[in-house]
């Protein structure tokens, strides 16, 4: 029973990664559903980084080119710059709030379940109000921008808000159109949850206990399929329909939470 959970919050950390609803929350949530225990939160940890593995295995050729080109080619270097410049803020705000963002917040399904609705509302406002699109490559985003996609990825150590959902509705608030935000969020994504992930293992490093290890294997492997299988349909489906549904799927959820909340039933 304890593999099959592992395997089914694999499955929910790789499908929810990159959609703008909050692998974290999700995971938090379905965790105490299901009765799931993880001590120290070792393996939330370690199978985040299947999810992260999968979108390098689909950009492999775009990272290979660049880092082969960094000596010779200028596009190269703009693009690597252009992703440490947008690493920046939300680097720097994980490691100032990072302690108390897991000790307070992660605890809290109010806190969960009001960022799910908030998050919800301001996607649709911003599919809305969002200035007409400058950018339709991702790899082509000014620097200026990227930072400005950057900032917005602090706001996802609140659970609940979404790594991807805010730097995607960030990018359209910076210019990218649909696509090229959602393409953005990706590639920072590969530095922000390996730096994430590199600085949460480092923490756990002496709750890594070795009858564990087939438990993470099957959540490492199931996170990287179902990261595998949900991204290329994830960007068609934005480009055609945009972020409407994933915002009412929040509010809807979120609502849902705090009715059960309020009902004590959570």
Known sequence: MTYLLAAVLGIIQGLTEFLPISSTAHLL???????????????????????????????RAKIIGVTLGLSSDPAARRFT???IIASI?????????????????????????????IGGIAILVIERVRPRPVVFHADQTP???AFAVGVSQMLALVPGVSRSGATIMG????????????EFSFFLAMPALAGAFLHDLWEVRHHLARERALEIAIGFVMAFLAALLVVRPFLRY???????????YRIVIGLGMLAALGAGWL
């Open 29 to 59: 949530i379905a965790g105490r559903l299901l009765g799931y225990d993880d001590p120290n939160g070792v393996f939330t940890v370690m199978i985040q980084f299947g999810s992260v593995l999968a979108v390098m295995w689909l950009y």
């Open 81 to 83: 710059v252009m992703l």
């Open 89 to 117: 803020p939300a680097g720097v705000a994980g490691v100032l709030f990072s302690d108390y963002v897991k000790g307070h917040l992660y605890q809290s399904l109010a806190v969960i379940a009001s960022a799910f609705v």
């Open 143 to 145: 620097v200026w921008r």
């Open 171 to 182: 990018g359209m608030l910076a210019g990218l159109d649909r696509p090229a935000a959602a």
């Open 238 to 248: 934005v480009a055609r329909s945009g972020f409407a549904p994933f915002a009412w």
